[in-house]
């Protein structure tokens, strides 16, 4: 059974940075990738970046590319979410997830995808 796990959330001012990370277990995530979404009080699920299982390929959603760096630790099941340069509009509960099915690539739809963690709060305070 596919488990996702996100850590590392936290209170942090604007203009710092955090470190996101999401465990991966219990699938094949080969020619797969992780996605990181975001969801904020009130606003719907925004999809954040997302990065190919052997970390080579990524892409970034248009408000965060400049600023967050998607990563994935080739020895380990982990991708991470580095965050820098943080706004209070990044304020929102961030998940990582899944769609073991073709097409994973660029699908930023959080209703294509099959699996889910239970996501980390992201606070920034202004």
């Known amino acids: 059974q596919v488990q996702l796990v996100e850590s590392g959330g936290g209170l942090v001012q604007t203009g710092g940075s955090l470190n996101l990370s999401c465990e991966a277990s219990g699938g094949t995530f080969t020619n797969k990738g992780i996605s990181w979404f975001r969801q904020a009080p009130g606003k719907e699920r925004e999809f954040v970046a997302q990065?190919?299982?052997?970390?080579?390929?990524?892409y970034y959603g248009d408000r965060v590319q400049d600023r967050f760096d998607v990563s994935k630790d080739k020895t380990k099941n982990t991708v991470y979410l580095q965050m820098n340069r943080l706004k209070t509009d990044d304020t929102a509960v961030y998940y990582c997830a899944a769609r073991l099915r073709a097409g994973w690539f660029g699908e930023t739809r959080s209703e294509e995808y099959d699996y889910w963690g239970r996501g980390t709060q992201v606070t920034v305070s202004s």
């Open positions: 990065i190919s299982w052997d970390g080579e390929v990524s």
